[in-house]
């Protein structure tokens, strides 16, 4: 059973850092591209951020570059999003993603989540 799990949410006041988890049961993660979006209330769904498989590129949506870094340990089979000098406007429920057959440039289109981890609160105070 392919599963995704989020950790590491939480309040943090602006300018600090978070950083999320997304460890992956069933399946070896390594070999599939990994997303992080995010929703904030009343707003839809955006990608923030995607490693492709085998690691090759990363991907980040504009307003998350040079603050957000994406990474991997396949030892853990765990995807991380490392967020710093986090902002208001970040706050939002974060989701990790996986897709077996689109690819991370699917992420920005909606066009890429064939499973979904059940999101982690990251609240960031002003």
């Known amino acids: 059973q392919v599963q995704l799990i989020e950790s590491g949410g939480g309040l943090v006041q602006s300018g600090g850092s978070l950083r999320l988890s997304c460890r992956a049961r069933?399946?070896?993660?390594?070999?599939?591209?990994i997303a992080w979006f995010r929703q904030a209330p009343g707003k839809e769904r955006e990608g923030v951020s995607c490693i492709s498989r085998r690691d090759h590129d990363t991907y980040y949506t504009d307003s998350v570059k040079g603050r957000f870094t994406i990474s991997r340990d396949r030892t853990q089979n765990t995807v991380y999003l490392q967020m710093n000098s986090l902002k208001p406007e970040d706050t939002a429920v974060y989701y990790c993603?996986?897709?077996?057959?689109?690819?991370?440039?699917?992420?920005?289109?909606?066009?890429?989540?064939?499973?979904w981890g059940q999101g982690t609160q990251v609240t960031v105070s002003s």
């Open positions: 069933g399946f070896d993660s390594g070999n599939f591209p």
């Open positions: 993603a996986t897709d077996f057959e689109a690819r991370c440039s699917s992420f920005y289109t909606g066009g890429f989540g064939d499973y």
